[in-house]
């Protein structure tokens, strides 16, 4: 009889680091949650960062005329009346 509570004792110990260990929500588990949510954060940061330019630059293009000047002359190439435009193309066929 003496020797049931300690057996029994000695098996829940065991069933319960069994489960610490290996079973559902372990400290396995655990870590790797711990590495996505460390991912999700990076990623969320670096999409934080994008929106933020994102709304700048709408907030520039809503109030001035010179962000839509720039935008126009980098993406579209165009140039006022008065301007000449010069574009240089190098060969990088030819030999030197």
């Given at each position: 009889?003496?020797?049931k509570?300690?057996?029994?004792?000695l098996t829940?110990?065991?069933y319960?680091?069994?489960?610490l260990?290996y079973?559902?929500n372990?400290?396995?588990d655990?870590?790797?949650?711990?590495?996505?949510l460390?991912?999700?954060?990076?990623?969320?940061s670096k999409?934080k960062?994008?929106n933020?330019?994102m709304?700048?630059?709408?907030?520039d293009?809503q109030?001035g005329?010179e962000?839509v000047e720039?935008?126009?002359r980098?993406?579209l190439?165009m140039v006022?009346?008065?301007?000449y435009?010069?574009?240089i193309?190098?060969?990088?066929n030819?030999e030197?």
């Open positions: 009889m003496r020797w509570l300690p057996l029994i004792l829940l110990l065991g319960l680091q069994y489960s260990w079973g559902k372990s400290v396995y655990y870590q790797e949650n711990l590495q996505m460390a991912s999700l954060h990076d990623e969320n999409l960062l994008r933020e330019q709304f700048a630059e709408i907030g293009l109030k005329f962000a720039e935008r126009a980098s993406h190439g006022k009346p008065d301007e435009f010069y574009r193309i190098i060969d990088s030819s030197k």
